[in-house]
């Protein structure tokens, strides 16, 4: 492989086929949208402007994030309103190249609202549809549960989910992290595997590796979502790597909820050289300053030690650990790696 500038890698970032497996739809709601959909469902907001909401974007842990994000979303009532959401962000990730994306919902956000889970869905599940029609995405849905409520409201949400059954493969956690240990949902992952769904959990994010370890042991997840934390537990890394559990880490979410200093101090190229499945993705990219290239583009430019072998191997374990059959993954490995072939000539 020849040099190549950082402009080139840059580049090269930008091009290279990616899937994305950390996004909550949520979190790509544009302040521009929030407005607009706040003006059409006739829902008053604390923020006179898009300006003075984007100055309230500065966050000082992951509960000060949550509360805005919660907010935010206040606007979403419809099934369109989920359709044009999630369609917004299909059209970034394919500006992006993203072949794939398994994307995160909330329902329990919108539920506690009023909204009919069904009305939820399938304004996803349409949008997801046509970003595979028109976009040639891959595009599925991971229903999750908020960690900060009872483990009986995930129970029951689960339960109102099932006829809607078809439109989302898997199950996730998320919300507040600390004080709310993966055990605390063990039946109802439990469940999600009975009934044949994916499961994964956000781990290590804020919480302690020991949350990684009963994410893995409790809930049996098959990714860990953020997992940055298992740095501090050497035989974790150890297992982590041994058995290929992806992590999927969010540069930037990490940067701007406090998790490190600045990117130049992100730990992701020690847990790429432990020989962890790390992945780059953009867990909430209205509120954390860009979509998934914009977090590949940025973690390259401060740390200098990531260069053309990483690229290429952060874009090849996104493509591992995605929910999808072995075919589909060779195919993408081919583009990959024609991808890179050109870059080298
Ligand atoms: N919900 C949306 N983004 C999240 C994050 N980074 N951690 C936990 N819950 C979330
Ligand atoms: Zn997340």
């Known amino acids: 492989m020849k040099?190549?500038?950082?402009?080139?890698?840059?580049?090269?970032l930008r091009r290279m086929p990616k899937a994305e497996l950390h996004m909550h739809v949520e979190g790509s709601l544009e302040p521009e949208l929030i407005f607009r959909l706040a003006?059409?469902?006739g829902v008053a907001l604390p923020y006179a402007s898009v300006e003075a909401l984007r100055a309230a974007y500065a966050f000082t842990d992951l509960q000060s994030f949550l509360d805005i994000y919660y907010a935010g979303a206040s606007v979403l009532l419809k099934e369109a309103d989920f359709f044009?959401?999630?369609?917004?962000?299909?059209?970034?990730?394919?500006a992006d190249n993203v072949v794939h994306a398994e994307i995160f919902f909330d329902p329990q956000t919108h539920t506690a609202r009023g909204v009919p889970i069904g009305d939820v869905i399938q304004g996803l599940a349409h949008a997801c549809r046509r970003a595979h029609a028109e976009l040639r995405i891959g595009a599925k849905l991971i229903l999750c549960f908020l960690r900060h409520l009872p483990e009986?409201?995930?129970?029951?949400?689960?339960?109102?989910?099932?006829?809607?059954?078809?439109?989302?493969i898997g199950v996730g956690l998320d919300s507040?992290?600390?004080g709310h240990p993966p055990e605390k949902f063990a039946r109802v992952f439990a469940r999600a595997r009975e009934l044949g769904l994916h499961v994964v959990a956000h781990a290590g994010e804020e919480g302690?590796?020991?949350y990684i370890a009963s994410a893995l042991d409790v809930l049996q997840v098959e990714r860990i979502d953020h997992g940055v934390r298992c740095l501090e537990d050497p035989a974790l890394v150890q297992r982590l790597a041994?058995?290929?559990?992806?992590?999927?880490?969010?540069?930037?979410?990490?940067v701007k909820l406090c998790v490190y200093p600045t990117l130049a101090q992100h730990r992701l190229p020690e847990l790429l050289a432990a020989g962890l499945c790390v992945t780059v993705n953009s867990d909430d990219p209205a509120y954390f300053g860009g979509y998934v290239n914009q977090n590949f583009v940025e973690l390259f430019e401060a740390l200098p030690q990531l260069g053309v072998a990483q690229a290429k191997q952060l874009a090849a374990n996104s493509f591992e650990a995605a929910f999808v059959d072995a075919a589909t993954k060779a195919g993408w490995r081919q583009q990959l790696d024609e991808v890179f072939a050109a870059a080298a000539a």
């Open 3 to 12: 040099d190549l500038s950082r402009t080139e890698l840059a580049a090269l």
């Open 39 to 41: 003006e059409r469902n």
């Open 208 to 210: 302690p590796p020991e």
């Open 242 to 254: 041994a058995r290929r559990v992806p992590l999927t880490v969010c540069p930037l979410s990490n």
């Open 84 to 94: 044009e959401l999630a369609w917004a962000y299909f059209e970034r990730a394919a």
């Open 176 to 178: 507040s992290e600390r």
């Open 152 to 168: 009986e409201d995930a129970l029951a949400t689960l339960e109102a989910a099932l006829p809607w059954r078809e439109h989302f």
